[in-house]
């Protein structure tokens, strides 16, 4: 009998595991998860509670709005969850560190994370340490729990996969892990609102075709995300254009 290789997977700890796979389930995601190229399983933190309310939170000590989810309660669904101490434990928090690309190259090579969700005004910091959360972000603003940033991060791995996206994948690839923004795409028709299509892309000068969008790229980069622009020109050994 021939074993199948087990698949990249995500377990992901959250109080509303109905809302999973949601996005994930349909489309490439989708497809992929039906097709058993990955796995999820989204798991209830209340589950573990043991009161006879089932109470996951309770108020901040020191005093203060809101509510704080319970590290008695999170470190059982953690333990109850069994997973490999190999995969990655990953809290998702705006405290966090941003999610970059890279990492999610490295997720995505791995065997698949297991992903906390946050609610209330935060999680009690013991368990943090004590199971080794690390703390990742998807950007400077505040959702209101760490599902919706969960998905984000799983789709970002999941594209990724070997067989999910083909040769798609790329070019979009290419484009950030170089550190800079995607060229603007064009296609039929040729005339749009008295609006054409660049002359350049469809010349036919292949050369040509790529230094333009080489040169979109630049320009977009450095008037949109200044931040990336300078880190590549710290990279190129030159001075940042940017620079005041
Ligand atoms: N939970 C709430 N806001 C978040 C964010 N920006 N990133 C990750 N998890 C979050």
């Keep these: 009998m021939t074993s199948e290789p087990t698949p990249w997977r995500a377990t992901v700890l959250t109080l509303f595991p109905d809302m999973f796979p949601g996005p994930l389930g349909v489309s490439l995601a989708g497809k992929a998860l039906a097709g058993g190229l990955w796995a999820l399983e989204a798991r209830d933190i209340r589950a573990s509670a043991t009161d006879?309310?089932?109470?996951?939170?309770?108020?901040?000590?020191?005093?203060?709005?809101?509510?704080?989810?319970?590290?008695?309660?999170?470190?059982?669904?953690?333990?109850?969850?069994?997973?490999?101490?190999?995969?990655?434990?990953?809290?998702?928090?705006?405290?966090?560190?941003?999610?970059?690309?890279?990492?999610?190259?490295?997720?995505?090579?791995?065997?698949?994370?297991?992903?906390?969700?946050?609610?209330?005004?935060?999680?009690?910091?013991?368990?943090?340490?004590?199971?080794?959360?690390?703390?990742?972000?998807?950007?400077?603003?505040?959702?209101?729990?760490?599902?919706?940033?969960?998905?984000?991060?799983?789709?970002?791995?999941?594209?990724?996969?070997?067989?999910?996206?083909?040769?798609?994948?790329?070019?979009?690839?290419?484009?950030?892990?170089?550190?800079?923004?995607?060229?603007?795409?064009?296609?039929r028709p040729q005339e749009f609102e008295g609006r054409q299509i660049p002359e350049i892309l469809i010349s036919g000068d292949h050369a040509k075709v790529a230094a333009w969008r080489l040169a979109q790229s630049e320009a977009l980069t450095q008037s949109r995300r200044p931040d990336l622009w300078a880190r590549k020109a710290a990279q190129r050994g030159t001075k940042s254009t940017t620079d005041g």
Excluded: N, W
């Design 52 to 187: 006879r309310h089932r109470s996951v939170d309770d108020t901040p000590a020191g005093g203060g709005p809101g509510m704080v989810l319970r590290a008695d309660v999170l470190a059982a669904a953690i333990d109850e969850a069994a997973i490999a101490s190999d995969r990655p434990h990953l809290l998702m928090s705006p405290r966090g560190r941003p999610l970059t690309q890279s990492q999610v190259v490295d997720l995505a090579a791995g065997p698949g994370p297991l992903i906390v969700c946050g609610r209330f005004e935060g999680i009690d910091q013991r368990v943090i340490e004590a199971r080794g959360l690390e703390e990742v972000s998807i950007g400077d603003y505040v959702l209101s729990g760490g599902e919706i940033a969960a998905m984000a991060l799983i789709d970002a791995c999941v594209r990724l996969l070997p067989g999910v996206m083909g040769k798609q994948a790329s070019g979009t690839e290419e484009s950030f892990s170089e550190g800079l923004l995607e060229y603007p795409q064009y296609t």
